[in-house]
């Protein structure tokens, strides 16, 4: 399965932008790009996810490199509940329904008041 | 709308004691799942998935088992846990590469 890279942590201000960002150098051309974030115990929840174009949604939105080794989360306004463990993830697969998703470690998201 | 339940939320079994732990989806058909689980403070490790009746596959070997009996039911099993086999256990469904994954709201199993 091809790895993703992300930092261990990041801070960010409330109220501000947040760009995590994930390398996925090894990306095959059927790999699927997710996010997911975990809050402290409760179960992953899904953020956003893309194949080459950038996506949007209410949540976040997705920049992915033109030769999709790279992503980035975006976090437009970043509030006091979006401090959790981000994850970046490859969803391997193809079509069929044998996707699968294995995690990393993530990136831990703390937020500033 | 799609739901997927997990009970029980909490449990605590004996070392030796058996297990099982049953997840059911609502509102789709034929969907992809799949048990993790998450040791203290480390990541989530994929245990199973299953693209349908009858079918599942494992990821790790070790001491645990799951089954599909029906199409959106999905049970991880064990005949003796150990210490080791604590965690908190997290089922999730998916129809495809090109969703996005739900999961419940995990089981927190501790093996005394």
């Known amino acids: 399965d091809a790895k993703t890279t992300q930092p261990n942590s990041m801070e960010s201000n409330e109220e501000e932008p947040v760009h995590l960002p994930c390398n996925h150098s090894?990306?095959?051309?059927?790999?699927?790009i997710h996010w997911y974030r975990q809050l402290p115990s409760q179960g992953p929840e899904y953020v956003i996810h893309g194949l080459t174009s950038n996506v949007n949604n209410r949540m976040a939105s997705l920049a992915i490199a033109e030769d999709r080794k790279s992503s980035t989360l975006i976090l437009h306004r970043a509030t006091l509940r979006d401090a959790a463990v981000y994850y970046c993830?490859?969803?391997?697969?193809?079509?069929?329904?044998?996707?699968?998703?294995?995690f990393g470690s993530g990136t831990r998201l703390s937020i500033r008041p | 709308s799609q739901t997927i339940h997990q009970w029980p939320a909490t449990l605590v079994q004996p070392v030796g004691s058996p297990l099982s732990l049953e997840c059911t989806v609502e509102?789709?058909?034929?969907?992809?799942l799949y048990w993790y689980r998450q040791a203290a403070g480390r990541g989530l490790q994929l245990l199973f998935y299953s693209v349908g009746i009858g079918q599942i596959s494992s990821e790790v070997p070790q001491n645990l088992s799951a089954s599909r009996p029906q199409d959106r039911q999905f049970i991880l099993s064990s005949k003796k846990l150990l210490l080791s086999d604590s965690g908190f256990y997290l089922c999730a469904w998916s129809t495809g590469q090109n969703y996005g994954y739900t999961f419940g709201s995990g089981t927190r199993l501790t093996v005394v």
């Open positions: 993830i490859l969803s391997s697969g193809g079509y069929s329904s044998a996707s699968k998703i294995i």
């Open positions: 509102g789709t058909s034929n969907p992809n």
């Open positions: 090894t990306i095959s051309g059927t790999d699927y």
